[in-house]
């Protein structure tokens, strides 16, 4: 077996180029010579029904509906407690539904490879193309992709009908809602018969410093058949052979054709300047899939981090005979990571705390289905709020999730597996079981292997990526999995021997009794609090000295923070959890999980701003006035709000916290000060108690005697108009892009409401489309809005709508209305 190079007693050192496959996501890059790499996601038809003569070419599919991808069929129906994925799925519908596309394919195409790549179909998707099954594949979050050349038919008139099935039927399936159906993006891909083979380029450093780094680049190029080779059948033995054009004798399968091909790396810079060229030429057999590697060296290179995420474009061509047979331009990042056992993660030789948040896929009204921009506005958002890493909870993501996280600048934990193959109970048996009845455990024995390898090989090439983590609270954890446990780490070892591996472990006294603990390169511990709430990892360290201690998953709490920020050999923490999300619904009449730090809209929650206290460097003052009196709540220190509306009964005081990392700061009412305190360095917040009145309520942060920064709450008075914001004032016409406008109900000053729940209606003017809407209010099931449904309430005075454009050109106007209420409008032009 091999053995990894990582040891618990040892340090780690990453040193990378990553590389990231932006072909999958973005148009200017998908053109290479030799290869077209095609979004696929137009002119599909869909049925919400299960027929085995759905899968046939002659089948007429003319009453299906229309529709394009991305799509989520959960997300359109109906909240109903009766629904068989109960409160984990959100209540939501599940069941079995087909897709079918016709394409045409040009004559010119009939001498490539042809493949058919899905980005993630919710679950357990079945694939034929011209009557003609070309796989299944259980796994509804990676990504798998099917060589369809022997089934498409080429030329004018030559029609290829593909057909998916989707079975989401056996339920409950998922511990979170997951949506159901071809939910992530489609590319219809063309390639040379010699090409880089799907995530065939891997790229590292032996050796990085500030003023050098050696790049080693590993290559996989799969040649299946020159244009001199031609295939035929003998009659006497029906034996598939080789015939060679120039004498049409016979040869046997080793006599094949050798050609010799150009191999060529360039490097250039974020300024566009190239800086490195390295070009070989190999020979090249046909039927053969050799591996090849450039090394070469840059100067003075420029350091990808969290703080400055400087990005290379490498371009990769082979070429044969003067002719470019294929091209790949891809983003890379070069940084040097080293875990060790004193200092935690260095990156580029400086010590870096993650500063990390857990997040779901799901997306409120949009489900699981929507366009990558929507990623973009999320992780911006957390960004801003100090977080420089992001645990992806419990499974891949989407492939543009990450190209995003490399141009935020946004350290990954990348996970699979919510569970292997025992469950939570124990019994006498021997057979599998999961978590929940249909989950991941039913396949996990005979996939486990394919879909490890699938996920480190997409994603081992993006520099935000830091880690691997094999399981999230696994049964296992506790007895039978430690020999699984290092099957998973030498698989990710043999696919990336750069990266260290973690399991995020939440029965860890369990885990550390049996040894499962010292599997991994890494100790992940969930709510370690839960069993040492005072001295949490110096506890364990004392006990393991040699450990690297990361919390896998914690409480928002500020002692789990500042046990992270006291102790150099603890490398960070992922607080649970970003955003509020769909399904794992801890208590009846909800929709979903509303422990976040922003809410399932995307609107921050004040805890969203003591973090940002805790974490940023940005100066942060504040105002949360307690709710609910004492309230104590796990996964939020405080039941408070960011208004100043109150029913107050004589003279009762009112509990205001200032949320800052200032030095000192104020409370004023009315203008009359209430006192200047210190804020307290470990829990960011200072208190009074206030007499409540009308008016406005206000906050200054000093540093020193400079004052660095004011928060304002005011009294509102009755919803009088409706405003409409958003951060941007154009939107491309593509499938990726997307707008979230916010929408207010405010008073006659423009203040909003925080009772405010008029029914909001929305219209849409020009070539845009209403993707839904969401107040964000997890107790609303009416709440949440999609597609057509053009209206919705408002929660808090607040929701939002969120837009995309059909056309290249003109101008979407989007309009808000109530009854009583001033009309909002907001414009935006369609932009190439």
């Known amino acids: 077996m091999k053995q990894s190079h990582f040891s618990p007693a040892g340090h780690f050192f990453i040193l990378l180029v990553f590389v990231s496959f932006l072909n999958l996501s973005h148009d200017d890059l998908l053109l290479a010579q030799g290869r077209e790499v095609s979004p696929f996601n137009s002119g599909w038809k869909f049925m919400l029904a299960d027929n085995p003569a759905f899968s046939d070419t002659v089948f007429n599919d003319a009453s299906w509906r229309n529709l394009t991808l991305p799509h989520d069929w959960s997300i359109e129906g109906k909240y109903d407690k009766k629904n068989t994925s109960g409160p984990q799925g959100g209540y939501f519908p599940c069941g079995t539904g087909w897709y079918r596309k016709m394409f045409f394919l040009a004559e010119d195409k009939k001498d490539k490879r042809i493949f058919i790549r899905f980005d993630g179909v919710y679950m357990n998707s079945s694939v034929w193309i011209n009557n003609r099954m070309v796989g299944t594949y259980p796994n509804g979050y990676n990504s798998f992709e099917y060589d369809i050349t022997p089934f498409v038919r080429f030329g004018p008139g030559e029609k290829n009908i593909l057909a998916v099935r989707v079975a989401n039927s056996l ?125 070469v060296t840059v100067s003075n290179p420029y350091l990808w981090s969290a703080g400055s995420p400087q990005m290379y474009t490498l371009v990769s061509t082979i070429s044969c005979e003067g002719k470019i047979l294929d091209q790949v331009k891809t983003p890379v990042g070069i940084r040097n990571i080293q875990f060790t056992v004193d200092r935690g993660m260095l990156v580029n030789g400086i010590q870096e705390k993650l500063r990390g948040i857990c997040v779901h896929q799901s997306m409120g009204c949009l489900g699981a289905a929507y366009p990558s921009r929507i990623w973009y506005e999320r992780l911006k958002k957390l960004k801003d709020m100090g977080c420089n890493a992001i645990r992806v909870g419990t499974y891949p993501f989407s492939p543009e999730f990450y190209t995003i996280c490399d141009t935020l600048g946004l350290y990954v934990m990348n996970e699979i597996f919510d569970e292997w193959n025992r469950g939570q109970e124990w019994g006498y048996s021997e057979s599998s079981y999961g978590k929940l009845p249909y989950t991941y455990h039913l396949y996990f024995d005979q996939w486990y292997d394919t879909d490890l390898r699938n996920m480190v090989r997409r994603d081992r090439n993006h520099p935000c990526v830091a880690l691997y983590c094999i399981g999230n609270e696994i049964p296992n954890q506790r007895t039978h999995g430690i020999e699984i446990a290092k099957k998973l780490k030498d698989i990710c070892f043999e696919e990336d021997p750069t990266r260290p591996v973690t399991a995020a472990c939440d029965f860890f006294v369990g885990a550390n009794t049996y040894g499962f603990m010292d599997v991994p390169d890494i100790a992940g511990y969930n709510y370690i609090d839960r069993i040492h709430p005072q001295r949490m990892y110096e506890a364990e360290k004392e006990k393991y000295p040699n450990r690297l201690f990361l919390g896998t998953e914690t409480y928002h709490k500020a002692p789990n923070w500042l046990a992270v920020r006291d102790h150099d050999y603890v490398i960070g923490e992922f607080v ?62 405080r039941d408070v709000i960011d208004q100043w509306n109150w029913k107050q009964k004589g003279d009762s005081l009112v509990r205001v916290y200032v949320y800052s990392n200032c030095e000192e700061a104020d409370l004023l009412l009315n203008n009359k000060s209430l006192g200047r305190k210190k804020v307290d360095r470990d829990s960011c917040f200072a208190t009074w108690d206030v007499l409540y009145k009308t008016g406005e309520l206000k906050t200054n942060g000093y540093n020193g005697k400079k004052k660095a920064v004011t928060e304002i709450l005011k009294t509102a008075g009755s919803p009088a108009r409706i405003i409409a914001h958003c951060n941007r004032t154009d939107i491309t016409s593509d499938c990726e892009d997307a707008l979230i406008v916010e929408i207010e109900v405010c008073d006659k000053n423009g203040i909003r409401v925080p009772v405010g729940d008029n029914e909001i209606s929305f219209q849409i003017e020009g070539p845009g489309l209403l993707l839904g809407s969401d107040n964000g209010n997890q107790y609303d099931p009416k709440g949440i809005k999609y597609a057509s449904k053009n209206n919705c309430r408002a929660f808090e005075g607040r929701m939002i709508a969120v837009l995309k454009a059909t056309e290249k050109t003109g101008v979407i106007k989007l309009k808000a209305s109530a009854p009583g209420l001033t009309t909002g409008e907001i414009t935006f032009s369609i932009v190439d």
Request: proline residues 6%.
């Open 576 to 637: 649970w959890v970003g955003y509020d999300y769909l399904g794992e619904i801890a208590f009846p009449d909800l929709r979903g999980w509303y422990f976040g730090m922003m809410d399932i809209a995307g609107f921050p929650k004040p805890e969203y701003y003591l973090r940002k206290s805790y974490w940023s460097s940005e100066p942060v003052a504040f105002i949360a006035v307690e709710r609910n009196k004492g309230r104590k709540l796990d996964w939020s220190p």
């Open 171 to 295: 339920q409950p399936a998922s511990r979170w809602y997951s949506g159901s159906g071809i939910y992530r993006n489609v590319w219809l891909i063309s390639t040379n018969q010699l090409h880089f083979k799907q995530n065939g380029i891997f790229v590292t450093t032996p050796k990085v410093t500030p003023t050098e780094a050696s790049v080693q680049i590993d290559y996989h190029i799969i040649n299946n058949a020159y244009p001199e080779t031609v295939f035929s059948w003998t009659d006497n033995t029906s034996l598939f052979i080789w015939v060679d054009k120039k004498d049409g004798a016979n040869k046997i399968p080793n006599n094949r054709i050798q050609k010799r091909c150009s191999l060529v790396s360039v490097l250039i810079d974020p300024s566009g300047k190239e800086v490195m060229r390295k070009e070989t030429e190999h020979e090249i057999g046909d039927f053969t899939d050799p591996d090849f590697q450039h090394s």
